[in-house]
């Protein structure tokens, strides 16, 4: 199970994401109490191990802009969380070798996900970041040729059960495992992985 914890904003929370074994880290460039800058994230990412998938989060944003910010923050990958099109997908994956699609649950977009050219999609509620829940059926209406990412309102006490609901490629988790906006909780990150890991 991919595991990846997203909104992070410092180095300590990086390293403990790491160490209670997520497989990928977020960073916000997108207007939220999350975002970041690129100094901060490079140094960060400094201090990663190799292994460890980076990712840009961006919304709405020039394509251009997206790829220049990976490479000079020293990132791997980009996530599109926002209406981005599917020549604007194809224009990052050009570039940049770890692309993902967010789509919301039970949208058009959603149904029609495989159009994106890349096969990771992340699937959120309409309010991202919010922790805001959703009904799980609704996925069944996307492609079955792409890998799913859950994400939205996933918490400790639910990601086992979403996880034996969807049978999804991976989790996305942020404000479930905060104790604040930002600020990420050692202890429910690797109780969210523990409950994670034991499905997959």
């Not at 595991?3 to 929370?13: A, W």
């Not at 020039?62 to 604007?88: K, N, P």
């Not at 050009?94 to 699609?101: L, M, P, Q, R």
């Not at 890349?118 to 699937?123: G, K, P, R, Y």
């Amino acid at each position: 199970m991919f595991i990846k914890v997203c909104g992070i904003t410092n180095t300590q929370d990086a390293l403990d994401a790491v160490a209670c074994g997520a497989d990928a880290l977020g960073f916000l460039f997108a207007e939220s109490p999350r975002k970041i800058s690129v100094n901060a994230v490079r140094e960060i990412v400094e201090q990663l191990p190799a292994n460890i998938l980076t990712v840009g989060v961006f919304r709405d944003q020039d394509s251009r802009y997206v790829i220049d910010t990976v490479g000079e923050a020293g990132l791997m990958g980009a996530q599109l969380h926002g209406q981005e099109s599917s020549a604007q997908v194809a224009e990052v994956m050009a570039e940049v070798d770890w692309v993902v699609k967010s789509v919301v649950a039970g949208s058009a977009e959603a149904s029609s996900a495989n159009n994106y050219g890349t096969e990771m999609i992340l699937v959120d509620s309409a309010h991202p970041g919010t922790g805001t829940a959703y009904d799980l059926s609704l996925l069944k209406q996307l492609p079955k040729t792409i890998n799913i990412i859950l994400s939205g309102g996933l918490t400790v006490s639910n990601v086992a059960e979403s996880i034996r609901t969807v049978s999804p490629w991976g989790v996305d988790v942020s404000s479930g495992v905060e104790t604040s906006p930002g600020i990420k909780d050692i202890t429910k990150m690797r109780d969210f992985i523990t409950n994670a890991q034991a499905i997959s």
